[in-house]
């Protein structure tokens, strides 16, 4: 399995604190990317990474931020979650054009 | 919106039989993957065809694609109950990685 974790697993939040999603690769690739998958919607890309310190945002990026100081990590920050927000989070990653590997997710409920 | 969408969003079949699946998309694309989704777990790659690519076998699974149309398709042949997942294909510009919604496939034994 592609080295790549996400933590925490679960988090229980309250409507208007700030959250912060970490996702680790060992990987070294160049890409990184945030979705979110809600019922009936698929997987929608939050924001994504292609280089330390270089990020873009996706298709649904209100209320999020990302960072990435470092090849390995990259966090998604909810800067005041809202119930909106409660959803299942993949990160994953990808080298280059090439098949992209996925994390375990991370269930946010925000109540 | 989303780059891909497939049709059907759910397709139940019996075992055996092969099922499809389609993906339509709306900009160019380097290459387009499909992914499948067991309850609740992560992604997993299936195959990825590039776009100067018409066709693609691995296993039981074959891809087509057509660019003219923006278009893509997945065959699975002599299903088995343990493919019940959800299948996405997913629009590759390098950078940018974009899913569709989804097909439900549930095969019945």
């Known amino acids: 399995d592609a080295g790549i974790t996400q933590s925490p697993r679960h988090k229980v939040t309250e409507t208007g604190t700030p959250v912060t999603l970490r996702c680790h690769q060992t990987?070294?690739?160049?890409?990184m990317y945030w979705y979110r998958q809600d019922p009936g919607h698929g997987l929608r890309l939050i924001h994504y990474?292609?280089?330390?310190?270089?990020?873009d945002k996706g298709e649904v990026s209100d209320g999020y931020s990302v960072s990435r100081s470092k090849t390995e990590d990259f966090l998604l920050t909810l800067e005041s979650a809202t119930s909106s927000q409660t959803s299942v989070y993949f990160c994953?990653?990808?080298?280059?054009?090439?098949?992209?590997?996925f994390g375990q997710g991370t269930r946010l409920t925000v109540v | 919106s989303q780059q891909g969408e497939e049709d059907p969003q759910a397709l139940s079949i019996q075992e055996g039989e092969n099922a499809t699946m389609n993906c339509s998309y709306k900009?160019?694309?380097?290459?387009l993957q499909w992914y499948r989704q067991n309850s609740g777990r992560g992604l997993v790659h299936l195959i990825l065809i590039r776009s100067n690519e018409r066709e693609k076998h691995s296993g039981r699974l074959r891809v087509t694609l057509d660019t003219s149309k923006k278009s893509s398709s997945l065959l699975i042949t002599a299903s088995r109950a343990a493919d019940t997942a959800s299948y996405f294909c997913?629009?590759?510009?390098?950078?940018?990685?974009?899913f569709g919604t989804g097909t439900r496939l549930t095969i019945i034994p």
């Open positions: 990987e070294n690739h160049r890409y």
């Open positions: 900009t160019s694309i380097n290459n």
């Open positions: 997913a629009t590759d510009r390098v950078e940018k990685l974009t």
């Open positions: 994953a990653i990808k080298g280059g054009d090439t098949e992209a590997f």
């Open positions: 990474s292609y280089g330390v310190k270089d990020t």
